[in-house]
């Protein structure tokens, strides 16, 4: 509701349209950040966490494309489990579907409201798998070693998604087709695009932006951008 509200106000305003990358992003202006700013999730926390801004699309951030073809997709599912596996793009499709609409909150600024996505519960692989008790952290892995690290009891909530479809559509290319992580209550680099593989570590085990001076849990809401 916010959103179409919001895309009138701005067609209308004829303002906060912007070419950034090559590509079209519409922001929605500062009533409608100060209107999701007061609008309440579930757990109280605000709909738009702290310095943030709207954007109505996900932009492309960029990063070292992997495989995108559904046919050259495998996860490996591993670590601390008992029944470690590798499932295809098939395969995902024959696990249970969510179809969920969340919100995401990139570092550099800008939140998505309602965002809509299809994918398979980071929980239910992990049920498959048979994850140990000595699990503590979740290491999300991607094409050419890019790396994310989350806590297993975060990583396990109904909304982290192993996701194949945004807005309706194929995950596209740019967006980390044809699978991502979906983390939606983790700054969005947590969100592993090119997805090859979920490991179940008992340590914790710093990623690619992680290492790079971000902060190693990345709470929105905390402002947790830098280490
Ligand atoms: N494999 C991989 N995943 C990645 C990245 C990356 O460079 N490589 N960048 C991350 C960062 S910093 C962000 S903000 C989001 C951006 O996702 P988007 O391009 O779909 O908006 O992807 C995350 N996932
Ligand atoms: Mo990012």
Redesign the pocket.
């Known amino acids: 509701m916010l959103d179409r509200r919001t895309f009138m106000r701005v067609l209308a305003a004829g303002t906060g349209i912007c070419a950034l990358g090559g590509a079209t992003y519409v922001l929605a202006d500062e009533k409608a950040r100060r209107e999701a700013a007061a609008l309440k999730r579930p757990d109280g926390r605000s709909r738009l966490p702290p310095n943030q801004y709207l954007l109505q699309r ?7 494309e992997g495989d995108p073809s559904a046919k050259g997709f495998s996860l490996k599912v591993h670590g601390e489990v008992e029944q470690p596996f590798t499932i295809d793009f098939a395969g995902l499709l024959e696990m249970p579907q969510v179809e969920q609409v969340c919100d995401v909150h ?3 600024k800008w939140t998505v409201l309602d965002s809509h996505w299809t994918g398979v519960r980071v929980a239910d692989l992990a049920a498959r798998a048979k994850v140990k008790k000595s699990a503590r952290h979740v290491i999300f892995e ?2 050419h070693g ?1 790396t994310s690290n989350v806590l297993l009891r975060e990583a396990l909530a109904p909304n982290v998604l192993i996701a194949h479809r945004y807005e309706g559509s194929p995950l596209a290319r ?3 087709a044809p699978v991502r992580a979906l983390v939606p209550d983790l700054y ?2 947590k ?4 997805i090859t593989g979920i490991y179940f570590s008992p340590v914790d085990r710093p990623g ?2 992680e290492v790079r001076g971000y902060n190693n849990h990345a709470d929105p809401w905390k402002e947790e951008r830098y280490g």
């Open positions: 996900l932009r492309a951030m960029g990063g070292s990139c570092v550099t991607a094409a890019y740019p967006h980390g969005f680099w969100s592993a695009k090119w690619y932006w």
